[in-house]
């Protein structure tokens, strides 16, 4: 979900939460697999990627997954 303004920078935004929140996990998806942006966020760590088309119940298991998780050690 990217709020008005970041449509497209998903990095950027992800960047700006985690100065400001560390402990906030980010979810990227996309439909672009093969986007070079896409693989470089997808190779950094702790990172979560769901391809689409994906269905409701696949992004629910991941999103609890994600906030079960334990917090980063920061």
């Known amino acids: 979900l ?3 303004g ?3 920078k998903a990095a950027e935004l ?3 939460v985690a100065i400001i929140r560390p402990d906030i996990p980010v979810l990227y998806i996309s439909d672009h ?3 070079p942006l896409v693989r470089e966020l997808v190779a950094l ?3 979560a990627f769901l391809q689409k088309p994906l269905d409701a119940e696949t992004l629910v298991r991941r999103v609890r997954e994600m906030m079960d998780a334990p917090p ?3």
Request: proline fraction near 17%; charge should be neutral; glycine fraction near 12%.
């Open 45 to 47: 760590p702790d990172a």
């Open 6 to 8: 970041y449509t497209g």
């Open 2 to 4: 990217s709020p008005g």
């Open 14 to 16: 992800a960047r700006r």
């Open 33 to 35: 697999s093969n986007d």
């Open 72 to 74: 980063p050690v920061i």
